[in-house]
Nanobody, 124 residues
Framework: QVQLVESGGGLVQAGGSLRLSCAAS????????MGWFRQAPGKEREFVAA????????YYADSVKGRFTFSRDNAKNTVYLQMNSLKPEDTAVYYC?????????????????WGQGTQVTVSS
């Protein structure tokens, strides 16, 4: 079983950047497909980005494609979400998730483990 802890959220102006981190413990992230999701107030949790266990396949939501980048550092047992050109509509709690199955998925229910989330607020 893996435990996930997100960090790096905060308040940023539109057009700015943040890098979210998701540190894993218990097992290494290389054992899992990993995903980032977000949830805004009053909305359902939505897919942001995901990478397969092998790292060979990475997927992004259309709304973040070209602005966000998912990366993984196996030596640090951490995954990252680099977020550039942030928009007010990116405001949400961001969650890191791990999936036992090696394929990356875009549906939250496909993931077995979740972090507690980190708040990202983008001001206009």
């Amino acid at each position: 079983q893996v435990q996930l802890v997100e960090s790096g959220g905060g308040l940023v102006q539109a057009g700015g950047s943040l890098r979210l981190s998701c540190a894993a413990s218990g097992r290494t992230v290389s054992n899992y497909a990993m995903g980032w999701f977000r949830q805004a107030p009053g909305k359902e949790r939505e897919f942001v980005a995901a990478v397969s266990r092998s790292g060979g396949n990475t997927y992004y939501a259309d709304s973040v494609k070209g602005r966000f980048t998912f990366s993984r550092d196996n030596a640090k047992n951490t995954v990252y979400l680099q977020m550039n050109s942030l928009k007010p509509e990116d405001t949400a709690v961001y969650y890191c998730a791990a999936r036992e199955n090696p394929a990356a998925k875009t549906i939250p229910s496909e993931y077995n483990y979740w972090g507690q989330g980190t708040q990202v607020t983008v001001s206009s």
